[in-house]
């Protein structure tokens, strides 16, 4: 509340844990159907150390994922938290087998941003048809 009464409406803030866990965003909106009804005016992401149990660090390409969420992107792989139907990945991993919305490898030469995410933060301005087939959805 303090926030917001300072007309501070727009901030970003990540919070980086030194600590193994699960990282994640939390964008100003996450559907196009959103978009324009949003309450939310704090975005940020929080990124662990490492990975749940694992003993893999957190690579430079998990912190450009989670900041290409904040600015839009979706994700292409599909688990309980992502919203994304194993079909869509399929289909991702078809179109895009170098997305960064895909995976987070080690080496960030290994991925690249796809076209459907470079039209979805606003480099690509070539929409296709299909590219809000790629759209999650999202249970509440």
């Known amino acids: 509340d303090w926030v917001k009464s300072e007309g501070l409406d727009r901030c970003f803030i990540i919070v980086f844990i030194n600590d193994a866990g699960r990282s994640f965003a939390i964008p100003y909106t996450r559907s196009m159907k959103e978009w324009d009804n949003t309450t939310n005016y704090i975005e940020g992401f929080v990124m662990h150390k490492k990975y749940l149990n694992v003993n893999d660090y957190n690579s430079s390409s998990s912190i450009a994922h989670e900041i290409l969420h904040l600015c839009g992107a979706w994700d292409l792989y599909s688990d309980k938290e992502s919203n994304q139907s194993l079909e869509n990945e399929r289909r991702a991993k078809q179109y895009f087998p170098n997305s960064i919305m895909i995976s987070t490898p080690n080496d960030i030469n290994n991925v690249s941003i796809d076209e459907l995410t470079a039209w979805l933060i ?8 299909w590219y809000e087939s790629f759209e999650p959805s999202y249970r509440e």
């Open 122 to 129: 606003g480099l690509n301005r070539n929409k296709k048809n």
